[in-house]
């Protein structure tokens, strides 16, 4: 990959987005991630008004720590870099406290986790509303269009999405060109969702490395009878949550009334 050429087609893209849609910049939800990091640090190259919001919900410090170190960096770097802190775990709590009970705690606990992802959204459309600018999307390819690991109306509800072209370690070899803070390279990747240490892999069951190659498999017309050994468990997990999470990836289905029954 041309990295600098793709840094630099990217910025462009996203400047001539905004300026012809008569926007002021773009609001970003900053996780201490390394997805987030780099779309951020995408948006703040075009010189536009950059919003960055910072939104635990039980956060892990960690998490929190990198978030902010990022947002520190992002400022003394770049123009035109603003950061707004907002705590959602009493907005969460309250909401979790007004829902019916449950008699199993855990059967609910993907429930809520998604729930913390379109509490961010709202967030974040809350602040572009009201500044004027659009809401950049932080996934990447695999992540979009192969098994659609994100929260559909969460992280999944964005304006635009400078990166879903670009595989997992794609975005690794951009980070590392643009000088993101080593501890984000470095740390494993979450979707912080849960309020612990767990990462996708864990999730998962797959690196994204892993995951790249399946997905390219799948894409070249193989089938999970081509493998064996750790490749046929890959290929399998692959195809298993590309296969739910269909429904991410493709418009709202319409039911399209006959013209006879008009």
């Given at each position: 990959?041309?990295?600098?050429?793709?840094?630099?087609?990217?910025?462009?893209?996203?400047?001539?987005?905004?300026?012809?849609a008569?926007?002021?910049?773009?609001?970003?939800?900053?996780?201490?991630?390394i997805?987030?990091?780099?779309?951020?640090?995408?948006?703040?190259?075009?010189?536009?008004?950059?919003?960055?919001?910072?939104?635990p919900?039980?956060q892990?410090?960690?998490?929190?720590?990198?978030?902010?170190?990022?947002?520190?960096?992002?400022?003394?770097?770049?123009?035109?870099?603003?950061?707004?802190?907002?705590?959602?775990?009493?907005v969460?709590?309250?909401?979790?406290?007004?829902?019916?009970?449950?008699?199993?705690?855990?059967?609910?606990?993907?429930?809520?986790?998604?729930?913390?992802?379109?509490?961010?959204?709202?967030?974040?459309?809350?602040?572009?509303?009201?500044?004027?600018?659009?809401?950049?999307?932080?996934?990447?390819?695999?992540?979009?269009?192969?098994?659609?690991?994100?929260?559909?109306?969460?992280?999944?509800?964005?304006?635009?999405?400078?990166?879903?072209?670009?595989?997992?370690?794609?975005?690794?070899?951009?980070?590392?060109?643009?000088?993101?803070?080593?501890?984000?390279?470095?740390?494993?990747?979450?979707?912080?969702?849960?309020?612990?240490?767990?990462?996708?892999?864990?999730q998962?069951?797959?690196?994204?490395?892993?995951?790249?190659?399946?997905?390219?498999?799948?894409?070249?017309?193989?089938?999970?009878?081509?493998?064996?050994?750790?490749?046929?468990?890959?290929?399998?997990?692959?195809?298993?949550?590309?296969?739910?999470?269909?429904?991410?990836m493709?418009?709202?289905?319409?039911?399209?009334?006959?013209?006879?029954?008009?």
């Amino acid at each position: 990959m041309q990295v600098e050429k793709v840094v630099d087609y990217i910025v462009n893209w996203l400047k001539d987005y905004a300026t012809n849609a008569g926007i002021n910049g773009f609001v970003i939800g900053v996780s201490g991630g390394i997805d987030s990091a780099v779309t951020s640090t995408l948006c703040a190259k075009t010189g536009l008004s950059l919003l960055c919001l910072e939104m635990p919900i039980h956060q892990a410090p960690s998490q929190v720590s990198r978030a902010l170190n990022h947002i520190d960096w992002l400022k003394a770097n770049f123009d035109k870099v603003e950061m707004t802190q907002i705590n959602l775990t009493p907005v969460f709590d309250s909401l979790v406290a007004s829902l019916p009970p449950v008699e199993n705690e855990e059967e609910r606990f993907m429930s809520l986790a998604n729930t913390r992802a379109r509490l961010r959204m709202t967030s974040l459309y809350y602040f572009a509303a009201l500044n004027k600018l659009l809401v950049a999307g932080t996934g990447n390819k695999v992540e979009d269009f192969g098994v659609g690991f994100y929260t559909k109306y969460g992280d999944g509800g964005v304006d635009l999405s400078p990166i879903a072209d670009l595989l997992k370690t794609e975005v690794y070899e951009i980070a590392k060109f643009l000088g993101i803070n080593q501890e984000i390279i470095d740390a494993a990747p979450t979707d912080g969702l849960w309020g612990d240490d767990r990462t996708d892999e864990d999730q998962i069951g797959a690196s994204y490395p892993e995951l790249e190659w399946a997905m390219k498999m799948d894409d070249d017309g193989k089938t999970i009878d081509d493998f064996s050994g750790r490749q046929k468990e890959v290929f399998k997990i692959y195809k298993s949550y590309n296969s739910a999470n269909k429904h991410k990836m493709i418009p709202i289905p319409i039911c399209e009334i006959p013209n006879n029954l008009k």
